[in-house]
């Protein structure tokens, strides 16, 4: 396991230099851009710019690991989950231009406020995320699906979801939440029921 940094609190407000410097001081090896930061990797990013972001990152001992996205696929109305699914291409897209590894997306939440049962949520995530992986397959790029949502965080649903997506690239972020742990403290049995897809670590605290 490598070391690496997420800019969700850690560096937000750090421009892309200013990270690689940061991580290369501090022996971070790897760096995960959340979107809508500071350091301004984003869609709207111009070819040249996108070279730019590419060129400071191979020349330096950083990895660019991912795109941080909130492209989720569990809402109610199938148009927002169509464009759900039209933005995650794009991240894609950005990800091939920039030299990440992969992209993550993540589910947010269930519909049963509005008569959608959990299992047709699960199932719609599970079948949105397949299409979305197959695209990324083809451009060389990976999807992160992180542990995350009201309820869906739950490992038991997620392995559902990953099990409905049955695509390779399709793995998972482990976020690190509270409640996974059984009476003994162990996150073991959370852990395991993800295990096969389990591609990176959200580290919420060191000690």
Known sequence: MKLGLVTYMIGAQWDVPTMIEKCTALGYQGVELRTTHAHGVE???S???RREVRARFADSDVT???LGTTCCYHAADPAEVKRNIAETKEWVQLAVDVGAVGVKVRPNGFQEEQGIPKEKTLEQIG???RECGAYAAEHGIELWMEVHGRGTKDPRYMRTIMQ???????????NSNPGEEDENGSIKASFDLLKPWIRS?????LA
């Open 127 to 129: 079948l949105a995320y």
């Open 47 to 49: 070819a040249q710019e």
């Open 201 to 205: 670590c959200h580290i919420h605290r």
């Open 64 to 66: 660019l690991w991912g």
């Open 164 to 174: 409905t997506a049955e695509q390779d690239n399709c793995l998972v972020c482990w």
């Open 43 to 45: 869609l709207s990013l």
